[in-house]
């Protein structure tokens, strides 16, 4: 039996063993996938246990991202961009890392909101490390450019910056952002959900689709997008499958279908 896994802290909520299980469900996969609570700073020691206990591959959420990169013998083109490793398998005792989010993004946006990436003007707000992770796979799809704001405009002129070898990409503080539509609004940032929405322009999201990495909750971000007449809102529900998928098949050279996967977890976590 294949034997995968998700670790993190906390990780109690995640949705990655139901999502996983219903992928091998369809191609008559036997697998087993666990939960890993890892204590803060204890990473390595649970994911090396876990490969000597016979782990084919794992997942790694929030907080030890960066930590899996570390503890990746050879990474992927994307984990390498992303500074961040969301992915590991096990392949002839190597460790390989991998990123899946950015490209699980631009899925869900592609094939599950029907968004042509080209030539499209990309606000994304926050410059952290969610930031960094999506910001090769939509470069890639050769929109217009991407705009990054953050509350702190170092931090976005630097990101700005390390991306700008794959395409056209500014970075400004979010107090400058211009009351101007754009096409796409992404937040990659939870900062805002105990507490209160900056006060950004209105005309922003006027028909643009705006779309929250979060999932699980109406965000202030997606209620704000919603009053100031957005053309579409989105959590990023579809972007948690899209990356499992993705996940799934750097394991197993099986790629699901995600859609159904999507409704299901829907009907769950709603």
């Not at 490209?103 to 592609?110: A, C, K």
Request: proline fraction near 4%; aromatic fraction near 8%; include cysteine.
């Amino acid at each position: 039996m294949n034997r995968f896994a998700v670790i993190g802290n906390p990780i109690n909520h995640s949705l990655s063993p139901m999502i996983h299980n219903e992928f091998s469900k369809e191609f008559s996969i036997e697998i087993s996938y666990e939960k890993i609570l890892a204590p803060i700073e204890k990473f390595a020691l649970h994911a090396e246990k876990f490969i000597q206990n016979g782990g084919s591959g794992f997942n790694i959420t929030l907080p030890f991202k960066i930590d899996a990169y570390s503890f990746s013998e050879e990474l992927t083109s994307n984990a390498k961009a992303a500074g961040a490793v969301n992915t590991i398998k096990i392949e002839n005792n190597v460790i390989f890392g991998e990123n899946t989010d950015g490209t699980g993004l631009v899925n869900d946006l592609e094939k599950n909101l029907n968004q042509n990436l080209i030539d499209k003007e990309i606000l994304i707000i926050g410059a952290g490390g969610a930031t960094q992770g999506i910001l090769k796979a939509i470069l890639e799809k050769k929109p217009e450019k991407i705009l990054l704001a953050n509350r702190t405009s170092k931090k976005s002129l630097k990101l700005a910056n390390d991306f700008s070898k794959f395409g056209k990409v500014c970075g400004f503080g979010l107090d400058q952002i211009k009351s101007k539509p754009v096409d796409i609004v992404i937040n990659a940032t939870s900062a805002w959900i105990d507490g209160e929405m900056p006060n950004l322009p209105g005309g922003l999201c006027e028909g643009a689709l705006c779309y929250d990495l979060m999932y699980g909750i109406e965000t202030p971000f997606m209620k704000w997008a919603h009053h100031n007449s957005a053309k579409m809102v989105s959590d990023g529900l579809g972007m948690l499958v899209e990356q499992a998928a993705l996940s799934f098949n750097y394991w197993l050279g099986k790629k699901p279908n995600t859609s159904s996967i999507i409704s299901l977890i829907r009907e769950i976590v709603d």
